[in-house]
């Protein structure tokens, strides 16, 4: 079964920077498209971002564009968001995703890793 | 991009069919095929029920249903059960090449 397994999170100021990671284990990484979403707590799910098997199309959401970047390791088949100028806002929870062959859904995801910016 | 609209709770007594809106615009329900739906329980990650609109991922219950009418998005329980009692999310594929998901809805089990 495929597993996703986030960590790296921590407690951090306003302004500080944070990585965090994402190991795959049982599927090669880099054969799908990847996807951070977080959810602060009690509220929704937030998209992040996004890499593409190529690494030649990379998104991000309008809060984080300019200040997270997301980055694969194909050789330790992890993924890593790398977070600067963190807000208070940016506190919570982070997931990391897998989608299905054709990109169209979420269909693996980890149990997240706990940023907090306060 | 703004959230998708999505109503806050709905509920409904065991047996019941309910259906939850998730609305958004041309540029993301409304120009593609790509609404996702998701469950999450307190504690835990979130799970894909619907994709494509419409599709069921295996394992799924065919109490599960997904349709769509110009920018809206609809998710409808069937013979509702307890177990069902959680959050649901829509997200949509974005003109921006980003993704997008709905302010969640609670569903409670009379």
């Known amino acids: 079964e495929v597993q996703l397994v986030e960590s790296g999170g921590g407690l951090v100021r306003p302004g500080e920077s944070l990585r965090i990671s994402c190991a795959a284990s049982?599927?090669?990484?880099?054969?799908?498209?990847m996807h951070w979403v977080r959810q602060a707590p009690g509220k929704g799910l937030d998209w992040v971002s996004s890499?593409?098997?190529?690494?030649?199309?990379?998104y991000y959401g309008d809060s984080v564009r300019g200040r997270f970047t997301l980055s694969r390791d194909n050789a330790k088949n992890s993924l890593d968001l790398q977070m600067n100028n963190l807000r208070v806002e940016d506190t919570g929870l982070y997931y990391c995703a897998r989608t299905n062959g054709g990109d169209t859904a979420l269909v693996s995801w980890g149990q997240g890793t706990l940023v907090t910016v306060s | 991009q703004s959230a998708l609209t999505q109503p806050a709770s709905v509920s409904g007594s065991p047996g019941q069919s309910i259906t939850i809106s998730c609305s958004g615009t041309s540029s993301d329900i409304g120009g593609y095929s790509l609404v996702s739906w998701y469950q999450q329980f307190p504690g835990e990650a979130p799970k894909l029920i619907i994709y494509e609109d419409f599709q069921r991922p295996a394992g799924i219950s065919t109490r599960f249903s997904g349709s769509k009418s110009d920018n809206t998005a609809s998710l409808t329980i069937s013979g509702l059960e307890t177990e069902d009692e959680a959050d649901y999310y829509c997200c949509s594929y974005t003109d921006s090449r980003t993704w997008v998901f709905g302010g969640g809805t609670r569903v409670t089990v009379l």
């Open positions: 890499i593409n098997p190529r690494m030649t199309h990379i």
């Open positions: 049982r599927f090669i990484l880099s054969s799908y498209t």
